[in-house]
């Protein structure tokens, strides 16, 4: 389904979650997402075009212009895209040939970036399932795990500004020293 991008992905990966151990399913899930948003990816530089510079023009050309700033930590910058909820995934996959984005950053943004939520869904579905097996009782260990994961997606989503920050700010200071 990700090559056409619904929002089922969600519900299947919670599904996936509740199915299969956690590693499978992060791994089913993970894959899934990295090549489904590939193949949506090369769709929309095939034929896409038109349609999406037509409805998200404005939103188009924020985009274009972040990633022109951006064109040196294009692969941080995937990852920034993933792990923020600044845009919506289905947006990124349809926009990010239309604004320069590479297809190899690309895939490997989406296929690194989402593991977090894509964690956090399987992991929804994984209580899900335990929840229903033990007669809906929820204990401290479920509320302390939710509260980590909470914590870990929070801070690492900002691991990829620090990156960007960092070697910004390097080059920056490389270029007051040769002044």
């Known amino acids: 389904l990700k090559p056409f991008p619904p929002p089922a992905t969600f519900?299947?990966?919670?599904?996936?979650?509740a199915l299969f151990p956690l590693p499978v399913a992060q791994l089913l899930t993970?894959?899934?997402?990295?090549?489904?948003?590939?193949?949506?990816y090369l769709q929309s530089r095939a034929i896409a075009g038109p349609l999406v510079e037509h409805f998200f023009s404005g939103k188009l050309e924020m985009l274009r212009a972040r990633a022109a700033q951006e064109r040196e930590h294009m692969l941080l910058f995937n990852f920034f895209l993933r792990l923020t909820p600044f845009m919506p995934n289905w947006f990124i996959n349809i926009a990010s040939p239309l604004v320069g984005v590479p297809l190899p950053p690309f895939f490997v943004g989406s296929l690194v970036g989402?593991?977090?939520s894509l964690l956090?869904?399987?992991?929804t579905g994984a209580t899900l399932r335990d929840v229903g097996e033990s007669g809906f009782e929820l204990g401290a260990d479920f509320r302390r795990k939710g509260l980590l994961l909470g914590l870990t997606m929070g801070v690492l989503q900002c691991v990829p500004l620090l990156f960007i920050w960092l070697s910004k700010r390097a080059k920056q200071h490389r270029g007051l020293k040769e002044d």
Request: charged share 5%.
């Open 11 to 17: 519900s299947l990966s919670i599904l996936a979650g």
């Open 30 to 40: 993970g894959l899934g997402e990295g090549f489904g948003s590939s193949l949506c």
């Open 114 to 116: 989402t593991q977090l």
């Open 120 to 123: 956090f869904l399987s992991l």
